[in-house]
């Protein structure tokens, strides 16, 4: 089941009401990049990931980056590591690092990756800057780090909550109490923030438990049970992740409904609402490609993703004893081992 919605996008100034219909005027901008890339000697871009390669959102994101800027521009790219390195000294060395390469290399765009590369090195060191930045995977909000800068633009990840809310109150209509489970990393307890607001937006009580280690996740995922419905944010940054481990003890031990918006997580759960990876890295591909032609970041609208795809076990809610309805089990895709 793959959706398309309008999202709108929540931060402050000028740019405040701006959704997907106020960056219409953004695909004559992206034709004209696209004819001026083509044509132009090689451009050079940099790739400031937040995360690390092998983590499978950004590793998505990546791929959908590639593609569009393929013959458009010289690809670098930089990790910053920070969900294996959660400590903010850590994250801040990195960025320094980042700031270094920029230094050096001059790129024509830089496109960083997620939250920690805006709080940590476009906020301190490149606010209204010359170097030209495309951000993507920002969680929610651009809030924290004061978007919009006159030298960014970029896309905001949001998560289809409400449509997951809805469905499990429809499958659940007397629940109220829900366990959000997750790494303990700096984005999910933004992410947790969002999802509390949603959910009580559909009488529901979510209350988080954010964890370091598998064998903390698998108490935690069985003493969940107690609640009447489990929502799993990500497992990324839980150091011994062992996917049949955590396989095999949601089997033994689930009896209620779980849910998550992660694709990768969807074999722990029997319903998924999911964002797309690859949205997110091609429509990054595009503003870069806008910059490189000489169109000026901040005429570029911020928007949100507006697609998401729908996973679910069947096997796993069997086991729960959990009937999904025909619509869902028929129009998703199949959840499969991880």
Same mark, same amino acid.
């Given at each position: 089941?793959?959706?398309?919605?309008?999202?709108?996008?929540?931060?402050?100034?000028?740019?405040?009401?701006?959704?997907?219909?106020?960056?219409?005027?953004?695909?004559?901008?992206?034709?004209?990049?696209?004819?001026?890339?083509?044509?132009?000697?090689?451009?050079?871009?940099?790739?400031?990931?937040?995360?690390?390669?092998?983590?499978?959102?950004?590793?998505?994101?990546?791929?959908?980056?590639?593609?569009?800027?393929?013959?458009?521009?010289?690809?670098?790219?930089?990790?910053?590591?920070?969900?294996?390195?959660?400590?903010?000294?850590?994250?801040?060395?990195?960025?320094?690092?980042?700031?270094?390469?920029?230094?050096?290399?001059?790129?024509?765009?830089?496109?960083?990756?997620?939250?920690?590369?805006?709080?940590?090195?476009?906020?301190?060191?490149?606010?209204?800057?010359?170097?030209?930045?495309?951000?993507?995977?920002?969680?929610?909000?651009?809030?924290?780090?004061?978007?919009?800068?006159?030298?960014?633009?970029?896309?905001?990840?949001?998560?289809?909550?409400?449509?997951?809310?809805?469905?499990?109150?429809?499958?659940?209509?007397?629940?109220?109490?829900?366990?959000?489970?997750?790494?303990?990393?700096?984005?999910?307890?933004?992410?947790?923030?969002?999802?509390?607001?949603?959910?009580?937006?559909?009488?529901?009580?979510?209350?988080?438990?954010?964890?370091?280690?598998?064998? !903390?996740?698998? @108490?935690?995922?069985? $003493? #969940? /049970?107690? *609640?009447?419905?489990?929502?799993? %944010?990500?497992?990324?940054?839980?150091?011994?992740?062992?996917?049949?481990?955590?396989?095999?003890?949601?089997?033994?031990?689930?009896?209620?409904?779980?849910?998550?918006?992660?694709?990768?997580?969807?074999?722990?759960?029997?319903?998924?609402?999911?964002?797309? !990876?690859?949205? @997110?890295?091609?429509? $990054? #591909? /595009?503003? *870069?490609?806008?910059?490189?032609? %000489?169109?000026?970041?901040?005429?570029?609208?911020?928007?949100?993703?507006?697609?998401?795809?729908?996973?679910?076990?069947?096997?796993?809610?069997?086991?729960?004893?959990?009937?999904?309805?025909?619509?869902?089990?028929?129009?998703?895709?199949?959840?499969?081992?991880?």
């Amino acid at each position: 089941m793959y959706h398309w919605r309008m999202s709108p996008v929540r931060y402050p100034g000028a740019l405040a009401d701006a959704t997907w219909r106020g960056a219409a005027g953004l695909v004559a901008a992206l034709a004209a990049g696209l004819a001026y890339a083509t044509h132009a000697s090689a451009a050079n871009c940099l790739y400031v990931s937040s995360y690390h390669k092998g983590y499978e959102w950004n590793d998505g994101i990546e791929r959908g980056l590639e593609k569009g800027l393929q013959g458009k521009c010289e690809l670098s790219r930089f990790y910053m590591d920070t969900n294996r390195n959660t400590a903010p000294e850590f994250a801040r060395r990195k960025a320094l690092e980042a700031r270094q390469l920029i230094e050096q290399t001059r790129p024509d765009v830089v496109i960083a990756c997620d939250d920690p590369a805006s709080l940590y090195l476009i906020m301190p060191y490149f606010r209204n800057a010359a170097v030209p930045f495309v951000f993507c995977g920002v969680n929610w909000t651009v809030k924290d780090y004061g978007y919009p800068y006159s030298n960014v633009t970029g896309m905001i990840e949001i998560a289809p909550i409400k449509s997951l809310v809805n469905e499990i109150r429809g499958l659940l209509p007397t629940a109220r109490r829900g366990i959000y489970l997750a790494a303990d990393v700096m984005t999910q307890h933004k992410e947790f923030a969002e999802n509390r607001e949603a959910y009580a937006k559909g009488n529901f009580e979510l209350s988080p438990v954010f964890v370091k280690t598998l064998a !903390a996740w698998q @108490q935690a995922f069985a $003493a #969940a /049970q107690q *609640a009447d419905f489990v929502v799993l %944010g990500t497992n990324a940054g839980i150091m011994d992740w062992n996917s049949a481990s955590a396989h095999q003890s949601v089997f033994s031990s689930v009896k209620k409904l779980v849910v998550t918006n992660y694709d990768w997580m969807a074999p722990y759960a029997m319903l998924a609402m999911a964002k797309i !990876a690859e949205e @997110q890295g091609e429509w $990054a #591909a /595009q503003l *870069a490609q806008s910059i490189l032609s %000489g169109i000026k970041p901040d005429t570029l609208p911020i928007v949100a993703n507006r697609r998401w795809q729908t996973y679910v076990n069947v096997d796993l809610a069997a086991r729960a004893k959990i009937r999904l309805p025909p619509r869902l089990v028929h129009g998703a895709m199949k959840a499969g081992q991880p």
